[in-house]
């Protein structure tokens, strides 16, 4: 149990078009979702935490119109890159928590601007 | 501010040895969970080994343990009998009561035949 998806698996986009990322977890009601970024060879950013209904809380640093976030239900989370741009191409991975303090990841989005 | 620190960015191993890879946190909560993380170059993120904070015994899961310090806030992951499909990115992570998750920079972990 616990299964989070995401889709697509990895996409190439021409710069200034948007892309729609989506995460959903299979088989559970997800309380919270998240997004992260990550660079090769570094860390899990955390970029934005949703929780469904309700706006995104984005983290420091992380450009709300840049990166739309929407939370239409309890197994379904959506980031957006809006006008995207070479430097946006980055490793994207969601995840979801049911609580318990644990998360589930999803499998990452390779975004790749042109 | 809470932070998590990986000292060591690259480890290896010979298979069928043990590895220990090394963690600390810094926080002043007194309620936390503590994870190991394992993202193999698939780049899928697996859990590997919770604790939590108000338990005293190590957490075990088969071939991978903890050794928890809680006073010294350290946390570290013992692999033990290492296999090959254990190469992968480990990263230490932290969490308590905003469910957000503090990851440290990782280990690159290889398991040479």
């Known amino acids: 149990g616990a299964v989070v998806s995401q889709h697509p698996s990895r996409v190439i986009c021409k710069s200034g078009t948007s892309v729609k990322i989506e995460c959903r977890s299979l088989d559970f009601q997800a309380t919270t979702m998240f997004w992260y970024r990550q660079f090769p060879k570094q860390s899990l950013m955390l970029m934005a935490t949703s929780n469904e209904g309700s706006k995104a809380t984005y983290e420091q640093g992380v450009e709300k119109d840049k990166f739309l976030i929407n939370h239409a239900s309890l197994t379904l989370s959506t980031l957006t890159v809006t006008s995207a741009h070479p430097e946006d191409s980055s490793f994207y991975i969601c995840s979801a928590s049911r609580g318990l303090n644990e998360q589930f990841f999803g499998p990452g989005t390779r975004l790749t601007v042109l | 501010a809470q932070t998590v620190t990986q000292s060591q960015p690259e480890m290896s191993v010979q298979e069928a040895e043990t590895v220990t890879l090394s963690c600390t946190y810094d926080?002043?909560?007194?309620?936390?969970?503590l994870f190991w993380y394992k993202q193999p170059p698939s780049r899928q993120m697996i859990l590997v080994i919770r604790q939590e904070a108000y338990k005293q015994q190590n957490a075990t899961e088969n071939r991978f343990s903890v050794n928890f310090q809680k006073a010294a806030k350290s946390f570290s992951l013992k692999i033990s009998d290492s296999q090959l499909g254990d190469t992968a990115m480990y990263f230490c992570a932290f969490i308590f009561d905003t469910d957000k998750l503090i990851f440290g920079t990782g280990t690159r972990l290889q398991v040479f035949p």
């Open positions: 926080t002043s909560e007194s309620n936390y969970y």
